[in-house]
């Protein structure tokens, strides 16, 4: 959970083995007076869903500086800002696309994708068709891969919250307070964050709500022409998919959530933050082990305990003196994160650390420093941490009481120091939030939902495993593909032919296992000179120190 890079956007918070067939099937009429159809949503949507499928989508080759290239094609879809009020002011969504490969009787339609935030952009996605994306070939044949920038994201009427510039310039102060006098600091700048959202982008914010993100999904399936949803979500995409699920279960045709956020209204989100926080305290350790491990290629530690006080030696001399006069505390947990995260990561941060720890400063301050150059890429992590803020601060109601929020990280960094502080602060401005906050959707099986298939891996350090035991609860019918032994944050992107298999199985004939499957664990990263360039959630997500 987390923009993708983070929430978001976890560890060994393994709930325990579900028991084949003991979930019971709940009552098609159950989710009826969440979903409220005779309300004025309800209609609205439907409303826009009518038009959107009358009017089509007019395909095209994309804009110059969208980046996507042809054959992937892109247009627009218009919704309702308020689904209230379907006559009212109107947003542009951007989608794009590309045709599937197989013949006509094999297309079954549109494969929408969203891959995490919230304020991830799945524009990226028809790529895996025109890139012959081996993991993908056999879906590829069957459905259009189609993207898309939910609303405020990109090119989909996009929010802000302040001056990008501004937002990635560093060094950011220390996420971990010292004194009081930290903490005050850190409260002013949420505060300010808060009302920078309101002051640049408030008259979209009471409406950045992942109810409201799921109904534009609706919309989208009807211009594509679509009788029912295929979907795939990934990480936050997983809450959007469980929301539109419980909202639209009739609609739904086939759905794969992956990396699952828990859905339960008691966790969205403030406790869901917590959790995270422990769970990549878990993952963090896991990577140190592998360092360690791997100690004749890094040189940093050959036990956890001593890559772990390399890391207190380095965090503390960036603390002192700001690598290369950018990467300060803040930025270096930023750049780390990326390890708990994505194990495809493990060798890019360990080499970026071996080459410091050797004498040599530039890999570091390149990806763990901000690049004032590329104005379109701080625009977009900008506008990514904007939605992120705005839809998880939208979505329910925050504690607003700083006595609660500074006991209870302090008690989760006592046991999870790597990342609460930096975690709080990113979502603080929810606390001081202008925009009226929501009572998330009561997740659960309505009339017409199929099996819906759900992909995790037991260590996942942005969504912790009990998500996807939580969600598999809730819908009845489904099905849970549990990759042990493993933690990288989006399971169906690894190959893993246990997983890879069933995922097009799934997706090409509906075919699910008679039972949950537990699978063996993709291969473990080897150690070797990287070179690729990723940021987390972390030291981009925190407001900037005056």
């Given at each position: 959970m987390r923009r993708t890079a983070a929430l978001g956007a976890a560890g060994t918070l393994v709930t325990g083995t579900l028991i084949a067939g003991a979930i019971a099937a709940t009552p098609a009429s159950a989710g009826e007076h969440h979903r409220k159809p005779g309300s004025a949503e309800a209609r609205g949507v439907k409303t826009a869903a009518a038009r959107a499928a009358?009017?089509?989508?007019?395909?095209?080759?994309?804009?110059?500086?969208?980046?996507?290239?042809?054959?992937?094609?892109?247009?627009?879809?218009?919704?309702?800002?308020?689904?209230?009020?379907?006559?009212?002011?109107?947003?542009?969504?951007?989608?794009?696309?590309?045709?599937?490969?197989?013949?006509?009787?094999e297309r079954q339609g549109s494969l929408v994708y969203n891959p995490g935030g919230p304020g991830g952009s799945g524009m990226k996605f028809p790529n895996r068709i025109t890139t012959k994306n081996p993991l993908w070939a056999k879906t590829a044949?069957?459905?259009?891969?189609?993207?898309?920038?939910?609303?405020?994201?990109?090119?989909?009427?996009?929010?802000?919250?302040?001056?990008?510039?501004?937002?990635?310039?560093?060094?950011?102060?220390?996420?971990?307070?010292?004194?009081?006098?930290?903490?005050?600091?850190?409260?002013?700048?949420?505060?300010?964050?808060a009302d920078g959202c309101a002051e640049r982008s408030g008259d979209l914010l009471p409406y950045m709500t992942t109810p409201n993100t799921a109904r534009d999904l609706d919309v989208i399936r009807a211009a594509l022409g679509d009788k029912k949803l295929n979907y795939l979500g990934v990480s936050y995409g997983?809450?959007?998919?469980?929301?539109?699920?419980?909202?639209?279960?009739?609609?739904?045709?086939?759905?794969?959530?992956?990396?699952?956020?828990?859905?339960?209204?008691?966790?969205?989100?403030?406790?869901?933050?917590?959790?995270?926080?422990?769970?990549?305290?878990?993952?963090?350790?896991?990577?140190?082990k592998w360092v360690a491990k791997n100690d004749a290629a890094y040189h940093l530690g050959d036990t956890p305990e001593k890559v772990q006080a390399a890391w207190e030696k380095l965090r503390a001399t960036a603390k002192k003196n700001p690598i290369g006069g950018v990467v300060g505390p803040a930025e270096l947990t930023g750049f780390f994160q990326n390890a708990p995260y994505y194990d495809s990561m493990w060798a890019t941060v360990a080499q970026v650390w071996s080459a410091y720890a050797a004498g040599d400063e530039k890999p570091l301050i390149e990806n763990a420093g901000p690049d004032l150059k590329d104005t379109a890429g701080n625009i977009a992590a900008e506008n990514g941490n904007a939605v992120y803020t705005a839809v998880e601060c939208t979505d329910t109601k925050w504690p607003t009481s700083w006595k609660k929020w500074d006991r209870d990280n302090t008690r989760v960094h006592q046991q999870a120091p790597f990342m609460t502080w930096s975690n709080a602060w990113m979502n603080l401005p929810c606390a001081t939030?202008?925009?009226?906050?929501?009572?998330?959707?009561?997740?659960?099986?309505?009339?017409?939902?199929?099996?819906?298939?759900?992909?995790?891996?037991?260590?996942?350090?942005?969504?912790?495993?009990?998500?996807?035991v939580e969600l598999h609860k809730r819908f009845a019918g489904s099905r849970l593909i549990t990759e042990r032994d493993a933690g990288s944050h989006g399971v169906t992107g690894q190959v893993n032919p246990c997983i890879n298999e069933r995922v097009d199985a799934y997706f090409?004939?509906?075919?699910?296992?008679?039972?949950?499957?537990t699978c063996a664990p993709h291969a473990t990263p080897q150690p070797g000179k990287q070179t690729a360039k990723a940021t987390a959630k972390g030291a981009s997500g925190l407001p900037v120190a005056p």
């Open positions: 009358k009017k089509g989508i007019d395909w095209k080759d994309c804009p110059a500086d969208w980046g996507l290239k042809a054959p992937v094609q892109c247009g627009y879809v218009t919704v309702p800002v308020d689904y209230a009020k379907p006559n009212g002011r109107t947003i542009k969504i951007a989608v794009d696309r590309a045709v599937s490969t197989g013949g006509k009787d044949k069957a459905y259009d891969f189609v993207g898309f920038d939910p609303r405020g994201v990109g090119h989909s009427a996009a929010i802000s919250c302040m001056d990008p510039q501004e937002f990635v310039k560093a060094p950011k102060a220390d996420p971990v307070p010292d004194t009081e006098a930290d903490k005050l600091a850190q409260r002013k700048l949420a505060k300010e964050y997983t809450y959007l998919g469980a929301v539109y699920g419980t909202l639209f279960p009739g609609h739904v045709r086939r759905m794969l959530v992956d990396s699952v956020v828990n859905p339960s209204r008691e966790k969205v989100w403030y406790q869901a933050n917590l959790d995270q926080d422990i769970a990549f305290e878990t993952r963090w350790g896991d990577w140190k939030w202008s925009a009226k906050q929501q009572k998330p959707v009561e997740v659960e099986t309505g009339k017409g939902l199929p099996s819906v298939l759900i992909v995790q891996s037991t260590r996942d350090a942005a969504t912790p495993y009990e998500g996807a090409v004939d509906g075919k699910v296992d008679a039972d949950d499957v």
